[in-house]
């Protein structure tokens, strides 16, 4: 079979979308750092569709792999083509899936073998954003407080070792350092992780870098580059083998690394681009003058809904987010979870319904035809909970309100943190924090009880931060961590939405 390339894209069949616009002509005006499957079955996606609805061909995308070359390795045989498969199912289960050939990634460089190319890309002249998807790890940050980790391996590399950084904050100071010697204009550094305030986020990082090389560099970025906030949504689960088999069959050609999305897509940005940006509003995004109420509104009702569904799911042998939500306790307990104690913490969106909102979210979830793992968003827990989960505890205990969902979903991460299932099967915690929390976890196993080895646990403050000293909130966690130990993620989810049940019935009115 052939492999995709440009040169191919005629032969493709009818129904498969491609690039429409004269691609050699396509200058790269943003830098994407941590290109993956994300990136491409999102921004790239949207970039796309504005590079067709505008005709500007200055938005062309380098990306850049901070640690492998198999994505280079992978798209530069194919000219950096690839294919995005959207699938869903029909109200008979039925799979149906949409193709599209994206062709503005041009290059992809790989900050290990070459890292100054990395650094002269970020600082050439047509370079006007640097975007990031580097995971919630990927900013060497406090999960907790949002400080940049001074003491971190390989931030001390990088603020010794200016032509060879290794992290994104790294390329991304030293670069900016560059530009301002070659008296180039400032651009706008664009997160689109899953941090709160992402943008706000990546700036005090990236000043808190600056400030140990050169207060007036920080004084420089401080005063030119712009930092906006902004909130991505789409499911994207992990490429697999099966998944390039079936796309490569249907194009009748050989693409190595697809991408696999849902229909659905949001992106919701602060209008602050110093150089300019791409008409994305023409693929879907929607720019605002503040992101943080649908930054919090997807880190709370999707993002921490998600965690909660993987920690549980994974623990009861369920291996993907469809089979686990087909559990009726688990589907209800994530209702409630959502209901009840999340959304009450967000603030009123005009023509959102947070009711039809939930719904979708758990029609999302429901998708059998994106197989996503459960181990997949269950990785780098202590990264993950401040934002998803721990924010929205906090706002619980400030209103005196009930916590006990939210505190089951916590409790799961600690019963995953065991790295054994309840059927028997072992798996590896992928965390940065793995060794710190294992220490931690062993412990707290040896507590004269599980109350006082949750107490212990959750004193650990580089994720818990001051949860620790909430009795509610230890003892809340404590309760659903004996429940899921003794009795399993079954029993514990039958009690809790059981119980969720009888206080609904019992506060509803005797007719409507």
Known sequence: MDRLHLSRLAALP????????????????????????????????????????????????????????????????????YTLAIRDAAADGTAGETLQVVGNLLDVLVAPEDPNAVLERIAHAHTRIVSLTVTEKGYHHHPATGALRLDDAEIVHDLGNPNAPRTAIGFIVHALQLRRQHALPPITLLSCDNLPANGDTLRGLVLAFAEQLDPTLREWIATYCS??????????????????????????????????GEPFLEWVVEDRFVSGRPAWNEGG?????????????????????????????????????????????LRAYLDALLRDEIAPTLPALQGLDLNDYRARLLQRFANPAL???????????????????????????????????LALAVAAWLHYLRGVDELGASYAIQDPMAAALAEQLARAEKAGSVSEGVALFTSFAPVFADLGNEPRFVAAVAAHTLSLKQRGVLATLTDITSSAGAATTATLPASR
């Open 14 to 81: 009818a129904d498969v979308a491609r690039p429409r616009y004269e691609r050699a002509a396509l200058q790269a005006g943003i830098v994407h750092i941590g290109v993956g499957a994300f990136q491409r079955a999102h921004l790239a996606v949207v970039n796309e569709a504005a590079l067709h609805a505008s005709g500007d061909l200055r938005w062309g995308t380098v990306g850049v792999s901070l640690r492998q070359a198999d994505t280079r390795d992978a798209l530069m045989p194919q000219g950096g083509l």
């Open 227 to 260: 930092f906006p906030n902004s909130m991505v949504d789409r499911i994207v689960p992990r490429t697999t083998d099966a998944d390039r088999e079936q796309v490569s069959k249907r194009l009748g050609q050989l693409d190595a690394w697809p991408v696999i």
């Open 371 to 405: 197989q996503h793992q459960t181990a997949q968003i269950a990785m780098d827990g202590s990264q993950k909970l401040p934002q998803r989960l721990l924010g929205t505890v906090r706002d619980r205990l400030s209103a005196n309100a009930p916590i006990d969902h």
């Open 285 to 329: 995004a929607r720019f605002v003058e503040q992101a943080e109420p649908f930054e919090r509104l997807k880190l709370r009702m999707v993002n921490g809904s998600h965690s909660a569904l993987a920690y549980l799911g994974a623990m009861a042998g369920w291996r993907t987010v469809d089979r686990a939500i087909a559990d009726p306790a």
